[in-house]
């Protein structure tokens, strides 16, 4: 099939929800990255969602709503810690995973009995929505194992002629998926760092707020950690400072590296390296770019401000991991 390459205009977001009808999934922008959509209660839609990304089918999607009552449709027994965090969060990068409607298909949730929702703050995911009439289910709409999408360039990279539509306004916010909360046990955790940090959801919800880790010992709770993600082809490497790269050998590699660093080297270096911010808005798209250029190494160097950036630190290092 052909790729359509739609606008957010009124009259394109009628043929994205047309497609939705015809159980075509179409990719949408968010704030955060853009999102491969189906409509959550389309189970056609739901099963191409996962061929077209060749995504294991044991883990779960997020339900994108565009106002709160959708939410009750999706969920039950919700937990007043949803309406505390939705009135300071949303819309905005915080999904919360809260039990699951019977109602609803259990392949949204690849057979869990909760389901992942959040309401996107972009006004064209939040339109299109509203359009289609019904919350769409919505992974990242990257091959499942590549950086997620932040351009409409990058979704094409992947799915070309594999998705009916792609909706394209431009790069995204925030550049890395949405922080996930976990809801349905008595204390909230945090399954996936985002940009929302754990100190703010705390502050907002005056408790501690754990981040999930995940060892061989513990039951999976969120499938997606298990995988790995965010991971170009071209190997990562983390420094955490210039010093500690200087003085090894990866910095006498002839091969040509790109570096991200927010802090100029103490040395010149050869014209192998490429050096440009490192921050979360262009991680993925340098990842990207990484595996499109020749570049044989990207070389991180991390400097305070992004160690504190939880969200930011799991990406780096599990694009650094997948290529140990
Ligand atoms: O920012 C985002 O969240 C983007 C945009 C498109 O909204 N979406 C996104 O979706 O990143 P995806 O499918 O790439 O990641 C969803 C994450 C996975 O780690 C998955 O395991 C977790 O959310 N998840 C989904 N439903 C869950 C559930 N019921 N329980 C626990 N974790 C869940
Ligand atoms: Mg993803």
Redesign the pocket.
């Known amino acids: 099939m052909e790729t359509e390459i739609l606008s957010s205009q009124e009259t394109d977001l009628a043929q994205a929800a047309h497609w939705l009808h015809q159980h075509q999934p179409v990719a949408f922008p968010?704030e955060?990255?853009?999102?491969l959509g189906a409509k959550v209660f389309d189970e056609i839609g739901i099963q191409r969602i996962y061929q077209l990304k060749g995504r294991p089918s044991d883990?779960?999607?997020?339900a994108?709503v565009a106002d709160l009552s959708q939410v009750e449709l999706l969920a039950e027994s919700i937990p007043s810690s949803f309406y505390v965090l939705a009135e300071a969060f949303w819309p905005g990068?915080l999904?919360m995973?809260l039990p699951?409607r019977v109602e609803v298909p259990s392949s949204v949730?690849a057979g869990?009995p909760?389901?992942?929702i959040?309401m996107?703050s972009h006004p064209t995911a939040l339109q299109l929505i509203k359009v289609v009439g019904e919350p769409l289910v919505?992974?990242?709409?990257n091959l499942s194992g590549k950086p997620?999408p932040t351009t409409a360039q990058h979704v094409l990279e992947d799915l070309q002629g594999k998705v009916a539509a792609v909706i394209d306004d431009g790069p995204t916010t925030y550049g890395i998926?949405?922080t996930?909360v976990?809801l349905t046990q008595p204390t909230p955790i945090i399954?996936?760092p985002?940009s929302i940090s754990p100190e703010q959801i705390e502050s907002v919800l005056g408790q501690s707020v754990p981040l999930a880790t995940l060892n061989e010992h513990t039951p999976v709770?969120?499938?997606?950690?298990k995988y790995r993600h965010y991971a170009p082809s071209t190997p990562v490497k983390v420094f955490t400072s210039w010093d500690e790269f200087l003085s090894g050998p990866n910095s006498l590699s002839p091969a040509p590296s790109l570096v991200l660093s927010n802090q100029l080297p103490p040395t010149r270096l050869t014209s192998n390296f490429t050096i440009k911010p490192l921050k979360a808005e262009t991680l993925f798209s340098e990842f990207r770019a990484a595996d499109q250029q020749a570049i044989q190494h990207v070389i991180v160097i991390l400097d305070p401000t992004t160690q504190m950036h939880v969200g930011l630190m799991n990406r780096i290092s599990k694009a650094a991991a997948a290529t140990d």
């Open positions: 968010t955060t990255v853009y999102g883990n779960p999607l997020i994108h990068p999904t995973v699951r949730s869990l909760t389901i992942a959040r996107p919505a992974p990242s709409a997620s998926e949405s996930v976990n399954l996936r985002g709770v969120s499938p997606g950690m």
